[in-house]
């Protein structure tokens, strides 16, 4: 499989999003899936582009605990990190509720995201922990999270 690097910004995109969705949710079919990378911003996104970035994935269908066949992201196939990549394309999303912000990742980039955040010690968080693929940042005051999620953003140019 080609590193993401290999592909434009806007198919980065779609594969990031294409790629967290699977981990989020399980798929039955191409255009369940087509709809929600629809809802997400990709309006304009065709089966016939579904299937492909399935096939960029390395997508395989498994059976799930009530015997349906759902895609899957084959753990072996997943793009290898790579240092050389820039913040913006190591972060998919940055959301937030009234308590915390999850920051969305591409794959094996959680916790080198989760490690700039330390480096910069934001005063307002005041904890982060991070998996493969995303960050959750827990704010010192939780009246202000969407503080601190501007914050967050701005350190990462997302806006």
């Not at 191409?30 to 579904?50: K, N, Y």
């Not at 989760?114 to 934001?122: E, F, G, N, V």
Request: with cysteine.
């Amino acid at each position: 499989m080609k590193e993401f690097d290999d592909y434009s910004a806007k198919e980065q995109k779609q594969l990031a999003m294409c790629q967290r969705l699977i981990s989020e949710k399980s798929y039955l079919s191409q255009e369940a899936l087509r709809r929600d990378l629809q809802s997400h911003g990709f309006t304009s996104i065709s089966q016939s582009t579904v299937s492909r970035l399935l096939k960029l994935l390395g997508a395989i269908k498994i059976r799930n605990t009530k015997g349906q066949k759902i895609y899957s992201v084959n753990p072996q196939s997943r793009p290898a990190p790579d240092a050389a990549r820039s913040i913006a394309e190591m972060v998919v999303s940055i959301e937030h509720n009234s308590e915390f912000i999850l920051i969305h990742t591409a794959a094996g980039y959680g916790r080198a995201v989760a490690r700039i955040l330390d480096y910069h010690a934001l005063p307002e968080i005041l904890g982060v922990i991070a998996g493969s693929s995303i960050v959750w940042v827990a704010p010192r005051v939780v009246q202000r999270t969407g503080l601190v999620h501007k914050q967050i953003n701005y350190l990462f140019k997302m806006n």
